[in-house]
């Protein structure tokens, strides 16, 4: 016998979070690959776009979205309140201390409701998010509860936007963003992680270190990704790292860590790790890389700790030969939180195709520095038309950089960000 009861909706939840029948996410045929997704989500300069069903279901999805907003940190605690009473079991595979998940998840959420008529984009990020999933143990019948508890959140706090269309919005677009992460998880054929062993620990100040781990196995990442990292002292509290060196020959892996405020994994990286430590690497993801055939030159604009990425890419561009030109401007707001600029400058003067500009944001002046924040100053040398930019730091100094570059003319589409390195 099934042991359950009725959702707000009327929808029969079992106790391991399989809902007996309505599961109106599942419309869709089970087999829809990433092809179907992007052709059931045109691009936008298609006159079928403007017109079509698949514009008027993003209208829906961004116009309740939109009411939501306003309240989403009670909506995210309604919608984990929903999936653990719903799905008891998935609550054993997140920790005790949900403050950064709540935030991740609705940080995904906005990703892709703003992403969602740009296939190109949001496919390849769900299928990293669904293959990195793999790591914490999810299940189908996870997925099932996941949407039954995302559209009743949605619901109860959309208010009068809520209407049977805008439902059927949410329930297809959860439906395509549950199976593109599940069939990216089920066809991914490498481990769910990688162990990792500390080989060495140093700090560079109170509040930063740099650790080198070697894997059982290669990570097959890319310069300039990012990998989900679990540290003994802090299990089940996956946090974001960047690898500050180019995939080597003997697999060994290099990370910056600062502590932050109230950031218990990275404090405890910085203060208690030690040498034999067991980490816990996750599947590599990030779309953040300088295009080889591309003819553009590049801008690296990188905050604190978000100067990793770029030197594991810079490293492997120095392997290449022919590069592009690249400027990176590195941000802090003193001269000790500069952390590599030595290095990055020993690099610049052996690589005349790159210039590294080092920008502060407080007195007093130093020669060869810049003042301001990475925003003023990027954008006080122009638009950059006609280059790529990259941009790795906070939440904070991305959207300040992002959005500053944008009103100076910087095209949306030569900007180039992870939206969830740091937290
Ligand atoms: C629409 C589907 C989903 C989206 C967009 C989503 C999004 C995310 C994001 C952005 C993160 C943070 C990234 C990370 O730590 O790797 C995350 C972590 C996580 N997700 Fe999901 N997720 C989805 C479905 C699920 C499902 C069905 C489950 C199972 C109940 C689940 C369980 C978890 C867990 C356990 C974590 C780690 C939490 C932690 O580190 O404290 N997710 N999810």
Request: hydrophobic share 40%; proline share 7%; with cysteine.
């Amino acid at each position: 016998m099934t042991v359950g009861f009725r959702s707000p909706q009327g929808v029969r939840i079992a106790r391991d979070g399989s809902t007996a029948r309505h599961r109106p996410w599942r419309r869709r045929s089970r087999t829809m690959t990433a092809d179907a997704v992007r052709s059931a989500i045109p691009p936008p300069d298609r006159q079928a776009y403007r017109t079509g069903t698949a514009a008027i279901m993003v209208r829906l999805l961004r116009e309740s979205y939109a009411e939501v907003a306003p309240r989403a940190e009670e909506a995210t605690r309604f919608f984990y309140a929903m999936l653990f009473a719903i799905a008891p079991a998935t609550r054993e595979l997140f920790a005790a201390n949900m403050e950064v998940q709540r935030s991740r998840f609705w940080r995904a959420l906005v990703h892709i409701v703003q992403n969602f008529d740009r296939p190109d984009e949001l496919v390849p990020f769900l299928h990293q998010l669904g293959r990195d999933h793999r790591k914490f143990g999810v299940l189908d019948a996870h997925y099932d509860a996941m949407g039954t508890a995302l559209v009743t959140s949605l619901k109860q706090y959309a208010g009068a936007a809520w209407t049977p269309q805008v439902e059927k919005a949410w329930s297809d677009a959860y439906g395509l963003i549950a199976k593109t992460m599940q069939e990216a998880a089920e066809a991914e054929p490498g481990p769910a992680w990688w162990t990792a062993r500390v080989v060495d620990h140093h700090r560079l100040t109170w509040d930063l270190a740099v650790v080198r781990v070697t894997p059982d196995r290669p990570v097959p990442y890319r310069a300039g990704q990012y990998v989900g990292v679990e540290v003994p002292q802090r299990p089940r509290l996956w946090r974001y790292l960047s690898p500050a060196n180019a995939p080597r020959p003997d697999g060994s892996i290099e990370f910056h860590v600062r502590a932050v405020p109230g950031g218990s994994v990275s404090r405890s990286i910085v203060g208690h790790t030690q040498v034999g430590d067991t980490w816990r690497i996750g599947a590599p993801m990030g779309l953040m890389t300088v295009d080889r055939g591309s003819d553009r030159d590049v801008v690296m604009v990188a905050g604190g700790t978000g100067t990793a990425p770029m030197r594991a890419i810079l490293e492997e561009l120095s392997g290449w030969g022919d590069n592009p030109e690249v400027t990176m401007f590195v941000g802090g707001r003193t001269r000790a939180d500069l952390h590599d600029l030595d290095t990055l400058t020993a690099l610049a003067a052996t690589n005349p195709w790159l210039k590294v500009i080092p920008v502060v944001e407080s007195y007093p002046r130093m020669v060869g520095m810049e003042y301001g924040t990475l925003a003023d100053v990027v954008t006080r040398f122009g638009a950059w038309p006609d280059r790529d930019v990259l941009v790795c730091g906070s939440p904070v100094m991305i959207r300040a950089t992002v959005s500053r570059m944008l009103v100076a003319g910087t095209a949306l589409d030569r900007i180039i960000y992870d939206p969830f390195t740091l937290d």
